[in-house]
């Protein structure tokens, strides 16, 4: 799980730290920051997710897909 998360966040698997860039199903900009927990940021709004299941959870309910359409 570790190694996932580290290669969605394009870091080395020791490194807890990335950002990734998401989009909404409106196509407004989501940024998802991990520092010891993800931060979910949209139109100003935070939302801190402390398991990375959980983060998956969160985005599919809201619909967030990656820049070319997948979802997480």
């Known amino acids: 799980m570790k ?3 580290d ?4 870091r080395n698997k020791h490194c807890s730290f990335g950002r990734m ?3 909404t ?5 989501v940024t998802i920051s991990k ?3 993800y931060t979910v940021s949209c139109n100003g709004s935070e939302v ?5 299941e959980d983060l998956l959870g969160y985005c599919k ?4 897909t990656t820049a070319d359409g997948k979802h997480l």
């Open 61 to 64: 309910a809201s619909q967030y």
């Open 48 to 52: 801190h997710i402390n398991g990375y």
């Open 7 to 10: 290669w969605l966040f394009g």
């Open 25 to 29: 199903k409106d196509g407004v900009p």
């Open 35 to 37: 520092e010891i927990r």
């Open 21 to 23: 860039c998401l989009l």
């Open 3 to 5: 190694r996932l998360t």
